[in-house]
Protein backbone atom coordinates (compact mmCIF):
# COMPACT_ATOMS: atom_id res chain seq x y z
CA UNK A 1 0.00 0.00 0.00
CA UNK A 2 1.29 3.28 -1.19
CA UNK A 3 1.59 6.01 1.08
CA UNK A 4 -1.64 8.21 -0.56
CA UNK A 5 -3.51 5.24 -0.13
CA UNK A 6 -2.84 5.12 3.34
CA UNK A 7 -3.15 8.97 4.03
CA UNK A 8 -6.88 8.78 2.40
CA UNK A 9 -7.63 5.44 4.43
CA UNK A 10 -6.57 7.33 7.69
CA UNK A 11 -8.48 10.14 6.27
CA UNK A 12 -11.63 8.33 5.19
CA UNK A 13 -11.81 6.53 9.12
CA UNK A 14 -11.49 9.95 10.00
CA UNK A 15 -14.28 11.03 8.03
CA UNK A 16 -16.48 7.97 9.33
CA UNK A 17 -15.65 8.95 13.12
CA UNK A 18 -16.84 12.21 13.12
CA UNK A 19 -20.00 11.28 10.97
CA UNK A 20 -21.14 8.78 13.79
CA UNK A 21 -20.07 11.24 16.61
CA UNK A 22 -22.84 13.91 14.98
CA UNK A 23 -24.82 10.43 14.90
CA UNK A 24 -24.23 9.71 18.63
CA UNK A 25 -24.99 13.60 19.47
CA UNK A 26 -28.30 13.54 17.37
CA UNK A 27 -29.36 10.53 18.82
CA UNK A 28 -28.34 11.21 22.61
CA UNK A 29 -30.35 15.02 21.76
CA UNK A 30 -33.43 12.93 20.33
CA UNK A 31 -33.70 10.36 23.15
CA UNK A 32 -32.55 12.76 26.05
CA UNK A 33 -29.23 10.92 26.80
CA UNK A 34 -26.39 12.94 28.19
CA UNK A 35 -24.38 13.20 25.09
CA UNK A 36 -21.29 14.27 27.04
CA UNK A 37 -21.04 10.61 28.93
CA UNK A 38 -21.93 9.04 25.57
CA UNK A 39 -18.94 11.38 23.31
CA UNK A 40 -16.66 10.02 26.20
CA UNK A 41 -17.89 6.85 25.76
CA UNK A 42 -17.52 6.95 22.05
CA UNK A 43 -13.56 7.84 22.68
CA UNK A 44 -12.89 4.70 24.55
CA UNK A 45 -14.82 2.37 22.39
CA UNK A 46 -15.58 3.66 19.14
CA UNK A 47 -18.51 6.51 18.14
CA UNK A 48 -20.04 3.58 15.91
CA UNK A 49 -20.52 1.19 18.76
CA UNK A 50 -21.96 3.84 20.94
CA UNK A 51 -24.57 4.67 17.87
CA UNK A 52 -25.64 1.49 17.81
CA UNK A 53 -26.00 1.01 21.40
CA UNK A 54 -27.95 4.50 22.05
CA UNK A 55 -30.27 2.78 19.20
CA UNK A 56 -30.52 -0.02 20.99
CA UNK A 57 -31.14 1.11 24.28
CA UNK A 58 -33.74 3.97 22.85
CA UNK A 59 -34.98 6.59 25.27
CA UNK A 60 -35.09 6.97 28.62
CA UNK A 61 -37.90 6.44 31.16
CA UNK A 62 -37.94 10.12 31.54
CA UNK A 63 -38.25 11.23 28.30
CA UNK A 64 -40.99 8.82 27.43
CA UNK A 65 -42.59 10.03 30.34
CA UNK A 66 -42.40 13.75 29.08
CA UNK A 67 -43.56 12.48 25.63
CA UNK A 68 -46.41 10.87 27.33
CA UNK A 69 -47.42 13.31 29.24
CA UNK A 70 -47.16 16.30 26.54
CA UNK A 71 -49.11 13.87 24.54
CA UNK A 72 -52.13 13.61 27.10
CA UNK A 73 -51.96 17.65 27.97
CA UNK A 74 -52.61 17.70 23.67
CA UNK A 75 -55.12 15.31 23.53
CA UNK A 76 -56.97 17.40 26.64
CA UNK A 77 -56.74 20.41 24.90
CA UNK A 78 -58.51 19.38 21.96
CA UNK A 79 -61.21 16.82 24.15
CA UNK A 80 -62.14 20.26 26.50
CA UNK A 81 -62.29 22.67 23.12
CA UNK A 82 -63.53 26.43 24.63
CA UNK A 83 -65.55 27.23 27.21
CA UNK A 84 -68.32 29.99 27.30
CA UNK A 85 -67.08 32.90 29.20
CA UNK A 86 -70.68 33.67 29.08
CA UNK A 87 -72.72 30.26 29.79
CA UNK A 88 -69.79 28.30 30.81
CA UNK A 89 -71.00 25.85 27.96
CA UNK A 90 -68.52 23.79 26.13
CA UNK A 91 -67.89 24.30 22.68
CA UNK A 92 -64.70 23.22 20.08
CA UNK A 93 -61.81 24.64 20.23
CA UNK A 94 -62.31 26.29 16.33
CA UNK A 95 -66.06 27.80 17.47
CA UNK A 96 -66.26 31.49 16.73
CA UNK A 97 -69.39 31.85 18.87
CA UNK A 98 -70.38 29.90 21.45
CA UNK A 99 -73.11 27.19 20.53
CA UNK A 100 -75.72 27.72 23.41
CA UNK A 101 -76.01 31.71 23.94
CA UNK A 102 -74.04 32.61 21.10
CA UNK A 103 -71.41 34.56 22.74
CA UNK A 104 -67.99 35.68 20.89
CA UNK A 105 -65.54 33.48 22.20
CA UNK A 106 -62.68 34.93 19.84
CA UNK A 107 -61.54 36.86 22.73
CA UNK A 108 -60.55 32.88 24.49
CA UNK A 109 -58.30 32.24 22.44
ZN1 LIG B 1 -72.30 30.54 25.84
Known amino acids: ?5 QLLLIIGIFFVYILAT ?7 EK ?5 AA ?9 PIVVLI ?5 GETSEKRKEEIIN ?3 LRKKIREGITCPNCHNPNA ?9 GANLGAEV
Not at 38 to 46: H, V
Open 38 to 46: WFITSLFCS
Open 71 to 73: EEL
Open 93 to 101: KDNKFCITC
Open 53 to 57: ILMCI
Open 1 to 5: MGETE
Open 22 to 28: IGVYQVA
Open 31 to 35: NGRNF
